[in-house]
C-alpha cells in the first residue's frame, strides 16, 4: 500500500521538451513537497504545497511549474528542458504544523535530459 | 550559513561494529526536531529516527540511537552491530519550530556516505 507515489520512475527526455511528473499521497497529509537531489545528491527543496497553497518556492526557475488539484495531489510540470534539470526528483508530504511527523517520500524519479 | 552540517563524507565500518555519523546544527529557535533519513542505492528515502529538542531522552529506534547534546548542538546518529545492509547514505534533517518564520521545511545536511565492510 503505497503512501507517496510518483510517476513516471525514470525519464529520459531530449533538451527543450515538456515534461510532468505526478506525485499522489494516501496519508491524508496536508502539506506536500517537491525536492532535487542533484549527482552529488544533494536534496534542495523546490516547493512546498500547503492544502493546495503555495507556501515555499525556494528561487525555483519559473520553467518549473508546480500543480496541486487537490491536497492528494501534487505534480510538476517542467517547460524547456535542459541538461542541468538532470536530476532525482522527490515528492514527499507530512501532516501540516507536527514538529516530530517526518516527512514520508516517494520513490524518486530520475529525470535524464540528453 | 550551513544549518545542518555533516562532516563526514565518507566513513567505513567493520560488519558487526558499530559506527557514528556526525550531525551538528545551528538554530536560535528553542522548538526544532532532528531527523535522520537512510538513502540505500535503490535511492529511496527511508526515515530512521527523530529527536525533538525537550525530548529528555535520546531517541532510539532498534539498532539505531541519536546522541543528542543540546548544548553542542549535535545530534549523531549511532548504529550498533552494523550490517551490509546498512551500506547507504545517510542525512540528518532539522525542522525549525514557528518562531523559525521559514514554514517549518526539513533544512538538510550533505549526507554522509557509509560502507559496511564484510
Known amino acids: 500500500d503505497t503512501a507517496v507515489s510518483q510517476t513516471p520512475k525514470y525519464l529520459v527526455t531530449q533538451m527543450g521538451n515538456d515534461k510532468s511528473i505526478k506525485c499522489e499521497q494516501n496519508l491524508g497529509h496536508d502539506t506536500m513537497y517537491w525536492y532535487k537531489q542533484d549527482s552529488k545528491k544533494f536534496l534542495k527543496i523546490m516547493f512546498s504545497y500547503n492544502n493546495k497553497e503555495l507556501i515555499i518556492n525556494e528561487t525555483v526557475p519559473n520553467r518549473f511549474s508546480p500543480k496541486s488539484p487537490d491536497k492528494a495531489h501534487l505534480n510538476l510540470h517542467i517547460n524547456s528542458l535542459e541538461l542541468g534539470d538532470s536530476a532525482v526528483y522527490f515528492c514527499a508530504s507530512s501532516p501540516q504544523g507536527r514538529m516530530n511527523t517526518e516527512a514520508f517520500f516517494g520513490q524518486g524519479t530520475r529525470l535524464t535530459v540528453v | 550559513a550551513q544549518k545542518i552540517t555533516q562532516t563526514q563524507p565518507g566513513m567505513f565500518v567493520q560488519e558487526k561494529e558499530a559506527v557514528t555519523l556526525d550531525c551538528t546544527y545551528d538554530t536560535s529557535d528553542p522548538s526544532y526536531g532532528l531527523f535522520w533519513y537512510k538513502q540505500p542505492s535503490s535511492g529511496e528515502m527511508i526515515f530512521l529516527i527523530y529527536?525533538?529538542?525537550?525530548d529528555q531522552q535520546n531517541a532510539t529506534e532498534g539498532r539505531y540511537s541519536l546522541n543528542f547534546q543540546k548544548a553542542r548542538k549535535s545530534a549523531n546518529l549511532v548504529i550498533s552491530a552494523s550490517q551490509l545492509g546498512d551500506s547507504a547514505m545517510y542525512f540528518c534533517a532539522m525542522r525549525e519550530g514557528p518562531n523559525a518564520g521559514n514554514n517549518r521545511k526539513l533544512i538538510w545536511g550533505l549526507g554522509t556516505s557509509l560502507a559496511v565492510n564484510p
Open positions: 529527536q525533538g529538542s525537550y
